[in-house]
């Protein structure tokens, strides 16, 4: 019997992962892919994302957060290709903040190591932090940054490297019930327009998914970066610089971490990001002046050692659920349409987990990986059905 055929819609950090998964099973994939692999259009773009393996998210995404853990690693042994370089990860901020006693209750109740850290400990160990009063550290040994282009490129080779196929400049316009079971794509090529038969589709568009998903809750939001010299190489360098969710308050609250060059650190504040973007396609890439100066501010107050002055600034869309958890399930019982949605700005580190459930969700129906909190039809599965998944969408 042949190998039932899967179709992925998107090649980026979801889909990319869910392709490798799915061809490792012996799926016959066929991913659709509207850029490139690897692009720098999509939600995993800029080079770096980081990942934490204290989650003070919560205990229910212990068993998704382990499993990308071991997959990352796998991947990498896979494509000879250095994708998570371990740095260490610090929260700083008020004791009771989430972020820190959320982490504690989460390694605590895992048994994943921590340590705590006063300020003067804090400053000891890593002086490029400035601490304010009654703040203290929790830090996470094995969390780091991973190098996200690089990474969805290597798993969709190793996708190929199974026997997937991949189609890329392709762009996906609809999914559709077939016929006596299984479903139609409805692609575009340049001009050229096809439908292609599948007993599955795997729908992972990323910040696209609000034209792919039009009834699904989801919110396109536009998150910046912006990049900065070191002024201190040494105390900068990547082994020396923890990824850093810095939590002290509304406007000087951050993420930062290195940009692997040994030049340059990558701030994301803490901000009221421009939301509700209609068109990816069209939307506003330019960081404005006065964020820019954000930026400049948070570095002054927090960030001794690190130029002030950004050197390079991009914008990237996320696709946010009201909840903040992301939509992953099947849309119907035979799993013909699965559905990876709203990944709500912390999807990357867990893409690998998502990759493989979305493996089980084809294969089962179900996956023991999924915290609860993601499922499909916790709020809004009864207004989203297969006859939902027509697009409407620009050919590429
Ligand atoms: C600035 C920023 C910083 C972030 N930082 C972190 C972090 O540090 N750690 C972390 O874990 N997460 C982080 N995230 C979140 C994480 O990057 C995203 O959750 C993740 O990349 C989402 O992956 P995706 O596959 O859903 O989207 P994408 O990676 O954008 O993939 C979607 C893909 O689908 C393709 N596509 C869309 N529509 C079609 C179609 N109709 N036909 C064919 N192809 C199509 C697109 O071209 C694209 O390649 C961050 C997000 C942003 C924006």
Redesign the pocket.
């Known amino acids: 019997m042949s190998a039932p055929r899967v179709a992925v819609?998107?090649?980026?950090?979801?889909?990319s992962m869910a392709a490798w998964q799915l061809a490792t099973r012996g799926f016959a994939v066929t991913v659709?892919?509207?850029?490139w692999p690897g692009?720098n259009?999509?939600?995993?773009g800029?080079g770096t994302?980081?990942?934490r393996r204290v989650y003070a998210e919560g205990p229910a995404y212990g068993p998704l957060l382990d499993a990308s853990w071991h997959l990352w690693r796998r991947l990498e042994r896979a494509t000879d290709t250095d994708l998570l370089h371990r740095t260490g990860g610090l929260s700083i901020g008020p004791a009771h903040h989430p972020v820190l006693a959320g982490g504690i209750a989460y390694a605590e109740q895992r048994g994943i190591p921590y340590e705590v850290l006063d300020a003067d400990a804090l400053t000891a160990r890593y002086p490029q932090h400035t601490p304010l009063d009654g703040e203290i550290a929790l830090f996470d040994p094995e969390a780091g940054v991973l190098r996200?282009n690089l990474a969805?490129r290597a798993a969709l080779d190793a996708a190929v490297a199974h026997g997937a196929e991949l189609r890329t400049g392709?762009?996906?316009?609809g999914v559709a019930e077939a016929p006596g079971g299984g479903v139609e794509v409805a692609t575009a090529t340049g001009t050229a327009t096809a439908t292609e038969r599948h007993d599955h589709a795997v729908v992972?568009?990323?910040?696209?998914?609000r034209?792919?998903l039009p009834t699904l809750p989801l919110e396109t939001r536009a998150?910046?970066?912006t990049w900065h010299f070191v002024e201190d190489r040494q105390l900068l360098r990547p082994e020396r610089f923890p990824i850093t969710l810095r939590r002290s308050g509304p406007d000087l609250s951050y993420?930062a971490m290195s940009a692997l060059d040994g030049t340059r650190v990558k701030l994301?504040p803490h901000a009221d990001y421009p939301r509700d973007v209609e068109d990816v396609d069209t939307m506003r890439r330019h960081v404005r002046a006065d964020w820019q100066h954000r930026s400049a501010a948070l570095i002054r107050a927090l960030l001794p050692g690190v130029s002030p002055d950004p050197v390079e600034s991009q914008i990237?869309?996320?696709?946010f659920t009201p909840d903040g958890h992301a939509a992953v399930g099947a849309l119907d019982a035979d799993a013909r349409v699965v559905v990876?949605?709203g990944?709500?700005?912390?999807?990357?580190?867990?893409?690998p987990g998502f990759g493989r459930a979305a493996a089980d969700l084809v294969a089962t129906g179900t996956s023991a990986l999924l915290p609860p909190d993601v499922a499909l039809d916790r709020d809004f599965r009864a207004q989203v059905s297969i006859r939902d998944l027509v697009?409407d969408?620009d050919p590429a």
């Open positions: 819609v998107g090649g980026g950090a979801i889909g659709y892919e509207r850029y692009h259009e999509g939600a995993g800029g994302r980081m990942f996200s969805i392709t762009t996906v316009h992972a568009g990323g910040p696209w998914a034209t792919l998150i910046y970066h993420g994301a990237y869309p996320e696709s990876l949605a990944f709500s700005g912390h999807g990357f580190k867990l893409a697009l969408a």
